[in-house]
């Protein structure tokens, strides 16, 4: 992926470690990919592969300690993150990128009404137009497609379902037209229907503001249906990108072919899903060579592999793959 003016947000060999008593956990290590502008790039992976750890990163919200951004970039709209004053930060947090976390009930505040806590985020981040703070949280609370807004916005969290609570998150997130938008899991924990309907409200938003989307999933589903560009990360790397379109009609990666070939296919009878074999590896103690060499079933028998981590590399114009046995991967320079 290469940067140009077409990209809202440029992540670049960023490295994020956490330093515990047991040891220095690598859970970012040399990432490196773009969003483009009012498209959605879809961030895919196993729990703990350092999805969400990249959101949080660009966000500027790792915890230190134990969290450390320790090398990289992150180029927003043309200007360095890692570089901004916190105060900057406050700026851009909520107003121009924005963030739907992973669980709503935790991420709301128990003691204030949803109204209140989109007020703030308004007032906070657009003080010409406090006075009118309300009548936007209303409005935003009727976008998101919750019934009786002037009514619903004076209710406390508890008093709304988990798909209720997810749209108050979403009109949080958006009450300030960001330029960008991370969902992290934005439909953990809702059933289908619900999910369909939070998709399709963020797919709306989106062609009405022309908003980025980052968006972090371990559902395929979802990034089949709703995103432009795809990025596999496994154990805190990115072992391939590309086209939605291309990731799923050719994943050169072993991992990616392994996620695909576990979905469940209509008119497929097996009394089991395929499976990737082995566990995740501890981000404490990575294996040598490539990461995924132990559940790979080429890399477990190929000393290469087992030694030598590949990098991250341009295959055909728009696909990177880090994999020694990937088709065109050997002739790259």
Known sequence: MTQNGDNLLSI???TTHFFTEQGVVKAVQDVSYDIARGKTLAVVGESGCGKSVT???VMQLIPWPPGKIVGGEIIFDGEALLEATDERMREIRGNDIAMIFQEPMTSLNPVFTVGNQIVEAVKLHQKDKADQAWDIAI???KKVGIADPERRVREYPHQMSGGMRQRVMIAMSLCCSPSLLIADEPTTALDVTIQAQILDLLRDLQRQNGMSIMMITHD????AENADDVVVMYASRVVETGTAKNVFNNPLHPYTQGLLQSLPRLGEKKERLDVIGGNVPNPLNFP???KFH???PIGCKDTKCRTQEPP???VTPGRQVACWHAEGYTETK
């Open 139 to 141: 409005d935003m609370m």
């Open 294 to 296: 132990t559940r790979c």
């Open 312 to 314: 991250l590399k341009e």
């Open 220 to 223: 395929l589903g979802v990034v």
């Open 12 to 14: 670049r060999n960023l």
């Open 288 to 290: 040598s060579g490539c």
């Open 55 to 57: 959101a949080m990163s």
